[in-house]
């Protein structure tokens, strides 16, 4: 088997409402030799998403009680009482399928993952124009309650400032331009 420690990962961040999930799906369609890291969490399921597929949905006793048994890389309380994490099987599973796995996550558990696995992994910053846009972006999806949304621009705001910290930043002003840049970064990365 591989050595798993040099293979390669691929870590997505952005601040809620950077058109992130958008650009990860159309990424997924183009590098068939990506597989997405489904996180655990503790939140619950919006309209239309699937347990086992956009996350494994899990109880907070579940996810505390994987905590205590160290099954997580990282792990977050991304929002107030609500749990996201890295669990290290899902990445073994994707690197035994000889597949590349990509992690979608908040910017201290991307900081993380990076630091771990330093220079094999490539990570990239997502960011909306400016916090007016990423506010609107917010509110027209529609899919948060009003201190959520708070929660969500305010902590925004803060991530905003970690961008430096990673390989690349893309400012997602233009779906098309900032996917076809997206794909650039990656496909480079892949050749390398
Ligand atoms: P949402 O609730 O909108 O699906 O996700 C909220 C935030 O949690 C997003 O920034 C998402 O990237 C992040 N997230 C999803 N999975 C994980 C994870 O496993 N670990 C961490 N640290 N953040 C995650």
Same mark, same amino acid.
């Given at each position: ?21 958008? !650009? ?62 890295? !669990? ?105």
């Amino acid at each position: 088997m591989n050595n798993m420690s040099q293979q390669k990962i691929i870590i997505i961040t952005a601040p809620s409402g950077s058109g992130k999930t958008t !650009l990860v799906k159309r990424l997924m369609l183009q590098f068939p030799t990506l597989a997405f890291s489904i996180s655990a969490c503790t939140r619950t399921p919006r309209g239309g998403e699937v347990d086992g597929t956009d996350y494994h949905f899990i109880s907070l006793q579940q996810f505390e009680q994987s905590i205590a048994q160290n099954n997580f890389l990282e792990w977050e309380m991304v929002y107030e009482g609500k749990y996201y994490g890295t !669990l290290k099987s899902e990445l073994n599973r994707i690197w035994q399928n000889h597949k590349i796995p990509l992690v979608d996550i908040d910017v201290k558990g991307a900081l993380k993952v990076q630091e771990q696995y330093k220079a094999q992994a490539l990570s990239v910053f997502i960011k909306a124009p400016s916090i007016d846009i990423l506010s609107e972006r917010l509110q027209k999806r529609g899919t948060e309650p009003p201190e959520s949304l708070k929660e969500r621009i305010d902590k925004a705001a803060y991530e905003l400032s970690f961008a430096s910290k990673f390989d690349h930043t893309i400012v997602n002003d233009d779906l098309g331009k900032a996917s076809a840049e997206l794909s650039k970064i990656v496909s480079q990365y892949l050749t390398q």
